[in-house]
């Protein structure tokens, strides 16, 4: 070690020593409801001021809150033109601004890496090292919320109406579909993409072509036991509703679309407050826009006009709330359930940070996140407090009076943010975000600061954006001192660690006090592995 960064490291440590009684102490002083449930920093004023809103709200409505949960697949955080995309990637998105500019825009929420464990997570307040969905399913493996308690079971048993309409990918077998995991009603297709039901029809028209015979057989097997959009109340079991096929697969979005405008109007007849999960499958590749936006974008790119489109479906949904007199008692979440799939140039999405879809650099968990709620969160406001997707699981319970409900006999790694989103200026309970690739802890970031434990790099030794979703790849640990400040460096890549070393004792405390909790509530076996 240089003299130069050894004086460094010796300032650092003794700025930390001085300093550590009070900074110290203010930074980690958490709350912990219970020995099963994360700690979070507590705003007990704006708690209260969040609580007091949603008592005047059910004592003027006469029932609890609707939730709304749209979730875009594999939409980058600068796609939208309130995250600096929009026009300026030939793809304007003037819904979708316009409900940013009118309530909630994170800058700093993260999901997990891949689709089926954001899924998972989000539905169950907990990270893929917890319920084991490490990553997606593929070609028919079995894997799925296995013995988990979702937010549909919570909602459902303090008198909610549960739908989910969409891409599920949350496994197929009889118990993981979604009329078994707490959904009232449910129309979904249960794989990833519509190429699956697509590659062995019309493998001439798509870019990926299947020519292993072995998996093409047992592709033609999936779809036989699968063979398109399967439908389904609760407890029954599932029928097909639609044959997925080339002709109508670039509209699944607006059939999705339909059944939820139809149950948005259906429910305003009804008493009960419901719960929408509405799981969109664009903007995943191969990107297939319908007739009305297939070439409409500024861009004249699939992506773009498939992202238009997506667009223009939040409006539908969105319409449906007002022309029912619902936005007022209604609470909506935007969010994308993963960075860009940067594998399929140009058909994929943008992002200001580095790396995409499969890894932990922020380009590939960091996602725009939108609450939209009218009267209950202030609008034009933006926030970079830290958010989690498992935090939607604590906050959606909490808003809908059912806090007591969150399971005793497992960890959750969720807190509940409802103080964050309904109080002017509000701050985020959040202390620290954790990112796991497969069963690994990369990554930590704590306020603006991101320490990797591990990155994932490719053959010759350099940096993979993601796992390695057409390459080679391997996790490998990183220095002891690899930290980055993310206002300053928000394409992570240069290490400050020696300079700032006084930020290692907080992280060393924070991770250490997670992998204690994983000594407490160990993980589950492995749901879902690599192959």
Not at 51 to 70: D, Q, R, S, Y
Not at 229 to 256: H, Y
Request: charged share 25%; net charge neutral.
């Amino acid at each position: 070690m240089s003299v130069g960064i050894f004086n460094r490291v010796l300032t650092g440590l003794l700025v930390f020593v001085l300093f550590s009684s009070v900074s110290f102490a203010s930074s980690l002083k958490l709350t912990r409801d219970a020995e099963n449930l994360e700690a979070y920093i507590s705003h007990p004023k704006q708690l209260a001021v969040a609580k007091e809103k949603l008592a005047k709200l059910e004592a003027k409505t006469g029932k609890k809150p609707n939730l709304v949960i749209m979730l875009v697949d594999d939409m980058g955080w600068g796609d939208l033109g309130v995250y600096g995309g929009g026009v300026a990637i030939g793809a304007p998105t003037p819904v979708m601004d316009r409900l940013a500019n009118a309530g909630l825009r994170l800058t700093s929420a993260y999901s997990q890496p891949t689709c089926t464990p954001t899924r998972a997570s989000l539905l169950t307040g907990r990270l893929p090292i917890r319920h084991g969905i490490y990553r997606p399913p593929v070609f028919g493996e079995k894997g799925g919320l296995a013995d988990e308690i979702t937010l549909a079971e919570l909602l459902s048993e303090v008198g909610y109406r549960t739908a989910v309409f969409g891409k599920w990918h949350l496994g197929k077998d009889p118990g993981q579909q979604p009329q078994n995991q707490g959904f009232d009603e449910s129309i979904v297709m249960y794989d990833g993409s519509p190429k699956i039901f697509l590659s062995t029809d019309y493998k001439d028209k798509l870019r990926e072509i299947y020519y292993d015979p072995e998996l093409k057989a047992y592709i033609q097997n999936i779809i036989k036991k699968n063979p398109g959009l399967m439908k389904a109340n609760k407890g029954e079991k599932a029928e097909l509703a639609l044959a997925i096929n080339w002709d109508n697969a670039a509209s699944l979005d607006q059939r999705f679309a339909d059944y939820s405008v139809d149950f948005i109007s259906r429910m305003t007849t009804q008493d009960d407050p419901f719960f929408l999960f509405h799981s969109f499958t664009k903007v995943h590749e191969p990107s297939l826009p319908t007739k009305e936006f297939a070439g409409k974008s500024p861009a004249k790119q699939v992506f773009q006009d498939s992202l238009m489109e997506v667009d223009a479906i939040v409006a539908r949904i969105i319409s449906a709330l007002k022309e029912n007199n619902l936005e007022e008692n209604t609470l909506v979440l935007l969010l994308s359930d993963n960075g860009p799939d940067e594998d399929k140039f140009p058909d994929m999405g943008h992002t200001p940070f580095r790396g995409a879809k499969g890894g932990t650099w922020d380009g590939g968990v960091r996602v725009p996140a939108i609450f939209w709620w009218p009267g209950m969160i202030d609008p034009m406001r933006s926030s970079d407090g830290l958010f989690d997707f498992t935090d939607i699981f604590n906050t959606l319970l909490t808003v809908a009076g059912a806090q007591g409900k969150i399971p005793v006999d497992r960890y959750i790694d969720g807190v509940d943010q409802t103080s964050f989103l309904l109080t002017e200026n509000g701050e985020s309970n959040r202390n620290a975000v954790f990112m796991y690739t497969l069963n690994h802890l990369t990554a930590v970031r704590w306020r603006e600061w991101k320490k990797h434990l591990m990155i994932a790099v490719i053959g010759d030794g350099t940096y993979a954006g993601g796992i390695g979703m057409k390459n080679e790849a391997r996790i490998v640990r990183t220095p002891g001192q690899n930290i980055m400040n993310l206002y300053i460096d928000n394409k992570e890549r240069v290490s400050v660690g020696a300079e700032k070393s006084w930020t290692m004792p907080f992280f060393g405390r924070i991770i250490k006090n997670h992998r204690q909790s994983l000594v407490k509530y160990p993980p589950k076996k492995k749901v879902l592995t690599m192959p």
